[in-house]
């Protein structure tokens, strides 16, 4: 199957540093990326919808200016945690949706990947 | 708006023994897209299995197996005589025809003994 590629898996860093997460598609286009956030023993919270060449849609309570969304190329999305403090400690995850075919619905939910994580600590 | 329940949050079994993990979901959209999830110890989300609103076939995979009842609005998964390695979380999640969110539930964590 397809595979998401994330990196760092684990990042720790002082506070008031920013830290910068990759996810890439490796063997498709995704127009469409995915961030989610999941703290410990919880559920996986959509942060950001990412999409090519525009910008990132954020969900309700998620700060813009905290969580820097970059969404370049359709292999390539980051997401930046600026200025980080140890409450941003959390586990991320991006997921891709694959480029849509012409003969495909609008939004062909099968074909959504996700990476292996990121885990943060901020100390 | 849409939402996953997993009421059960921790389920504890002895190794061979079958466990259920349910799932109940509600939407207002009539085309949906459900899913299960297996998340290990090492944080990576594992896919298990999608089924769209209008496949209520049960489905069967080896060990496991999936029932969609849209009467209850429920997606339960079993897990037939249950092994160690399938010590992890589950999560069941939801999207509809229009959006292309992934609402997760909760989760379930699982643990099999040996």
């Known amino acids: 199957g397809a595979v998401v590629s994330q990196h760092p898996s684990r990042v720790i860093c002082k506070s008031g540093t920013s830290v910068k997460i990759e996810c890439r598609s490796l063997?498709?286009?995704?127009?469409?990326m995915f961030w989610y956030r999941q703290f410990p023993k919880q559920s996986l919270m959509l942060m950001a919808t990412?999409?090519?060449?525009?910008?990132?849609?954020?969900e309700q309570g998620v700060e813009k200016d905290k969580f820097l969304i970059n969404h370049a190329s359709l292999t390539l999305s980051t997401l930046t945690v600026t200025s980080a403090h140890p409450e941003d400690s959390s586990f991320y995850i991006c997921?891709?949706?694959?480029?849509?075919?012409?003969?495909?619905?609008?939004?062909?939910?099968?074909?959504?990947?996700f990476g292996e994580g990121s885990r943060l600590t901020v100390l | 708006a849409q939402k996953v329940t997993q009421a059960q949050t921790e389920i504890s079994v002895v190794e061979k023994e079958d466990v259920t993990l349910d799932c109940v979901y509600e939407?207002?959209?009539?085309?949906?897209?459900l899913f299960w999830y297996k998340q290990p110890p090492s944080g990576e989300l594992v896919f298990l299995i999608r089924r769209n609103s209008f496949d209520e076939q049960n489905e069967i995979s080896g060990r496991y197996s999936w029932n969609f009842q849209k009467s209850t609005s429920s997606f339960n998964f079993t897990i037939t005589a249950s092994q160690v390695v399938d010590s992890a979380v589950y999560f069941c999640a939801l999207t509809t025809y229009n959006t292309d969110k992934l609402i997760f539930g909760t989760g379930t964590r699982l643990q099999v003994f040996p």
């Open positions: 939407t207002r959209d009539t085309t949906y897209y």
């Open positions: 990412s999409n090519e060449g525009s910008k990132a849609t954020y």
């Open positions: 997921s891709a949706r694959a480029r849509l075919l012409p003969r495909q619905g609008a939004y062909d939910h099968g074909e959504l990947f």
């Open positions: 063997d498709f286009q995704a127009t469409t």
